[in-house]
């Protein structure tokens, strides 16, 4: 098994992508909007990858974290909110805004479950400040790293209870950049002091089963590279300091943050210590590449993507996806 996850170019497999990814045999795969038609067509290409791989607990990742981060979307599917509204709810009412965030993400879990899709790349754990990217601030739930801990295990929780692994994100934490590491390669200028903020809701919650580092430079632990091809900050900060022991991928290689070819920056990642590469694109050039350039999945990193996804073996998804909806706007309401 090669430790890569990859895009899919369409609603369909392609012949040429069927026979790169049966003898590539990657970790897993992420859906876009590209992906996603209906239920019927995004179910019969779920149960296709898995048929393809031969795997019943195959990684399907998604990006549906709420907002303008959605990948399934009205009329087929409900809308759901962003991080900054359960965020705008803890101020009055804490313990109404953590059920709030538990009810959503269950009912987003319920969404994803009923379509074959395993993993949501959720929650963020980023904590903002007062000069965040608006990339993150239109997404975060809050700048008290306490809360943030709260509503993301909360969300854990939630998405756990309908049968999908959640992936904290981004270690060892995006609420510095400036910069939209989409486009750009932040450099945060933060002491080591003032970082320990930014680690606390990845340190509470470092049991989550999966993580997903950041494209950003962190001048106080390793000025040359970003912490996902970082094998200092991925070793002394996210393994040691933070105590994560769990399944750990990269950010979509492809984004500008990072510079290099396809393959050195899969490569590279794996060398500093990622356990996963996320590659989205689905730009069959570029996944031949990196799949030469990666060997087999190292033995430490199989045990944790079969920790991660034994989470929810056997999970019979719980709850009534409308009823948790109304629950969680009953909730929000108190707003």
């Known amino acids: ?33 590209r992906n996603i038609a209906d239920r019927a067509q995004l179910r019969a290409l779920t149960d296709s990858l898995r ?79 007062p000069d965040t990217t608006e990339a993150i601030t239109s997404r975060a739930l809050g700048s008290e790293p306490l809360r943030v801990a709260a509503m993301g295990r909360a969300i854990l929780d939630g998405l756990r209870a309908a049968g999908v692994v959640g992936v904290v994100k981004h270690m060892p934490g995006h609420g510095r950049a ?55 900050i991925i070793e002394q900060v996210i393994r040691q ?10 950010d979509d290689i492809d984004m500008k943050a990072l510079s290099g070819s396809a393959g050195d920056k899969a490569a590279g990642a794996i060398a500093a210590g990622c356990d996963v590469v996320l590659d989205c694109w689905a730009r069959m050039d570029e996944m031949v590449e990196i799949a030469g350039r990666l060997g087999e999945m190292a033995a430490v990193s199989r045990h944790r993507l079969d920790r991660a996804m034994a989470t929810i073996a056997g999970v019979e998804p719980e709850g009534d996806m409308a009823a948790l909806i109304a629950k969680r706007d009953a909730l929000l309401a108190l707003v």
């Open 1 to 33: 098994m090669k430790p890569v996850i990859f895009g899919l170019s369409g609603l369909a497999l392609t012949p040429d992508e069927r026979a790169f990814f049966a003898e590539a045999d990657p970790v897993g795969y992420i859906l876009f909007k």
């Open 51 to 129: 048929n393809l791989s031969g795997r019943s607990d195959l990684p399907i990742l998604i990006d549906q974290e709420g907002g303008r981060v959605a990948r399934m979307r009205a009329p087929e599917w409900p809308e759901f909110p962003a991080g900054p509204v359960f965020d705008a709810l803890y101020d009055i009412a804490p313990i109404s805004a953590i059920e709030a965030a538990k009810a959503n993400a269950q009912a987003i879990g319920l969404m994803l479950a009923e379509v074959g899709i395993t993993v949501d790349c959720l929650p963020l754990l980023d904590v903002a400040q």
């Open 178 to 232: 400036r910069l939209d590491t989409h486009y750009h390669l932040p450099t945060v200028t933060a002491s080591d002091a003032d970082l320990e903020v930014d680690l606390q809701p990845f340190r509470r919650l470092n049991g989550a089963p999966m993580g997903m580092t950041s494209h950003i430079v962190f001048e106080a632990w390793d000025r040359d590279r970003p912490a996902t091809l970082s094998p200092v």
């Open 241 to 250: 300091r933070i105590g994560f022991d769990g399944l750990l991928m990269t």
